[in-house]
Nanobody
Framework: QVQVVESGGGLVQAGGSLRLSCTVT????????MAWFRQAPGKERDVVAS????????DYTDSVKGRFTISRENTKNTVYLQMNSLKPEDTAIYYC??????????????WGQGTQVTVSA
């Protein structure tokens, strides 16, 4: 079966950095676009960054542009989120999503359990 496992979260002071990793097994990773989402307490889950199957194209929500970088290694079935200059408002649970390219079906979207990121002021 498909497994999506995030890691790398933790507690960091404002201005610090963290690198999240997400490894996916059970799929042909290079056929999937990948994204990082986050959900803060009492708020909806929102997309933070996304990357296409080849890594050629990336996109970021405005609040993280210039601070976060998404990347992937298809040979390792892994996507990363490098987070620099962290702010308290980045505090959230961060989720990794795999979405089959060209598909809109929910059946071909997979999520991890999330990793907590806490940024102290």
């Amino acid at each position: 079966q498909v497994q999506v496992v995030e890691s790398g979260g933790g507690l960091v002071q404002a201005g610090g950095s963290l690198r999240l990793s997400c490894t996916v097994t059970g799929i042909t990773f290079s056929m999937y676009n990948m994204a990082w989402f986050r959900q803060a307490p009492g708020k909806e889950r929102d997309v933070v960054a996304s990357i296409t199957w080849s890594g050629a194209n990336t996109d970021y929500t405005d609040s993280v542009k210039g601070r976060f970088t998404i990347s992937r290694e298809n040979t390792k079935n892994t996507v990363y989120l490098q987070m620099n200059s962290l702010k308290p408002e980045d505090t959230a649970i961060y989720y990794c999503e795999a979405r089959l390219r060209g598909s809109t079906s929910m059946a071909t979207r997979y999520w991890g359990q999330g990793t907590q990121v806490t940024v102290s002021a």
